[in-house]
């Protein structure tokens, strides 16, 4: 009789397991089922990132690439866009074409501007652009219009000294800059003592929404470190 019991025991607790791992499986079974298709995404992010920042990490790894010295030894820049990013209200798609659609050429030197090095616009379009569901100009013209919908406060754009910052002051400066912008669409993220980015949250039709899980991974330091811009 008792083992008869305990062979009932472990019978039961193995159906409850198998329950609970059902059970915890379904959202992320859900999720993979639209992995990394294109144009099947809920918002986007805009990231733009501090060059001065990028340029001083990159002497400081000794990275000598052509993308490196095109952004980092001609004109001093401020904020540069780093890319417009299609995500899911938990995780973001990538690569979603292998191997992605060769980027043409007139493409990428339109887009030097806003994103000055041509590494990164040709990787842009492999990693992101191929899973926002638009050809290739206008996944470029989203990113022009979602720059074009962000003001850079006027105290960014010609930073000649280095600047101490609380990233929640940054982000207000934002705030105070772009209206319907709130401190639920922005977050600010940093290296050991650097502000890296700006990033901010966007409808598909690039109005500014709330981003949950953008916000959680946003920098904690209490201060960053705003290097000057070139010259400065």
Not at 34 to 51: I, K
Request: with cysteine.
């Amino acid at each position: 009789m008792l083992q008869a019991s305990r062979y009932f025991i472990v019978q039961g607790l193995l159906a409850l397991a198998i329950l609970v791992t059902a059970a915890l499986a379904t959202p992320a079974s859900a999720q993979d089922r639209r992995q990394n298709a294109p144009g099947d995404f809920d918002f986007y992010v805009l990231s733009l990132s501090w060059s001065p920042s990028f340029c001083e990490a990159s002497r400081e790894r000794g990275n000598t690439s052509r993308s490196q010295q095109v952004q980092c030894g001609g004109r001093p820049y401020s904020f540069v866009v780093h890319g417009l990013w299609p995500q899911y209200e938990r995780g973001f798609p990538d690569y979603c074409q292998r191997p992605s659609p060769r980027l043409a050429r007139n493409i990428m030197t339109s887009m030097l501007d806003l994103m000055p090095a041509p590494g990164l616009i040709y990787n842009e379009w492999d990693k992101h652009g191929t899973c926002s569901g638009l050809g290739q100009r206008g996944y470029f013209e989203a990113i022009r219009k979602a720059r074009a919908a962000v003001k850079i406060p006027p105290e960014f754009l010609e930073l000649s000294q280095p600047k101490t910052i609380a990233p929640a002051a940054l982000e207000d400066a934002f705030i105070k800059a772009n209206p319907g912008l709130s401190q639920s669409a922005i977050a600010v993220t940093c290296d050991r003592t650097r502000l890296s980015e700006v990033r901010i949250c966007m409808t598909k039709d690039l109005q500014f929404r709330a981003c949950e899980e953008i916000d959680r991974r946003a920098c904690r330091r209490s201060t960053v470190l705003m290097p000057p811009m070139r010259g400065g």
